[in-house]
């Protein structure tokens, strides 16, 4: 099932982009493939930005009923939830638009390196695409594809990386000084420093162990996500300005 509605899907329309790009390229394919897949999950992603800054907007609200109503778990979760309700948020939304991408990235992972290019799984493909003629591994013939070890290219993942870990913690809800355990709180914080630092270098590790392939993938995934979240940002605070007038 996952090669069947996942990976053939995609490593189909990743094909046929190879075929329309000048010369084969393939990164060029990655670089629209990618932004498609991102178009696609917009959504998602959307309601996922707006749930956490709609947390963090009320997280002085959430304190309040969690220490008034410690004792009486029933009316409190009652009390949350009338909360979310009043506000239109969705509580899940940024577990679901995780879940669905998930699944997403490893079938990526799978078409861009499984398949061996630049040799073309023809079994894969549907009678209705077509193999391309040339499939050409090095992107604007500058950077080879296939290759690894591009500390450059890892830089600029881990740097752009940092950048969306550094806007996903800013919209986050923080833990109210004074309110509840002060043990949990610093943990809270020191997971967040950790994951400031410790995910951009992840993401730059991968793109200097794999092929440059993933590396380039990983840019372009990080370069919209903070185009995405400009965007979403903007148009939140044009809402509240309207709304405000």
């Not at 990618?34 to 709609?54: D, K, N």
């Not at 630049?118 to 499939?135: G, M, Q, R, W």
């Not at 591009?150 to 550094?166: E, T």
Request: glycine residues 8%; positive net charge; aromatic residues 12%.
């Amino acid at each position: 099932m996952f090669q069947t509605f996942l990976v053939q899907p995609i490593y189909n329309l990743f094909v046929l982009l190879i075929g329309i790009m000048p010369g084969g390229d393939v990164g060029l394919a990655i670089i629209a493939l990618t932004l498609i897949i991102r178009l696609v999950f917009y959504p998602a992603f959307s309601a996922s930005i707006r749930t956490q800054m709609g947390m963090q907007r009320i997280q002085g609200e959430i304190d309040e009923i969690n220490k008034k109503y410690k004792d009486n778990p029933d009316e409190k979760a009652k009390r949350t939830m009338a909360l979310f309700k009043e506000h239109q948020i969705r509580p899940f939304g940024s577990i679901l638009a995780l879940l669905i991408q998930l699944p997403v990235f490893f079938a990526l992972s799978y078409t861009f390196f499984r398949e061996g290019l630049p040799k073309i799984a023809t079994t894969l493909l549907y009678s209705f695409t077509p193999a391309p003629a040339h499939v050409a591994t090095n992107f604007f013939g500058v950077l080879n594809l296939l290759g690894t070890h591009n500390i450059f290219l890892a830089i600029l993942v881990g740097v752009l990386q940092y950048g969306v870990i550094s806007f996903s913690l800013a919209r986050a809800s923080k833990p109210t000084p004074g309110v509840g355990n002060k043990e949990k709180e610093a943990a809270m914080r020191m997971q967040q420093q950790l994951m400031r630092y410790v995910m951009p270098a992840m993401m730059g590790a991968l793109s200097y162990a794999f092929p440059s392939a993933m590396g380039l993938y990983l840019l372009t995934m990080s370069a919209v996500s903070l185009g995405q979240e400009w965007l979403i940002r903007r148009e939140i605070k044009g809402t509240s300005v309207t709304a405000a007038h």
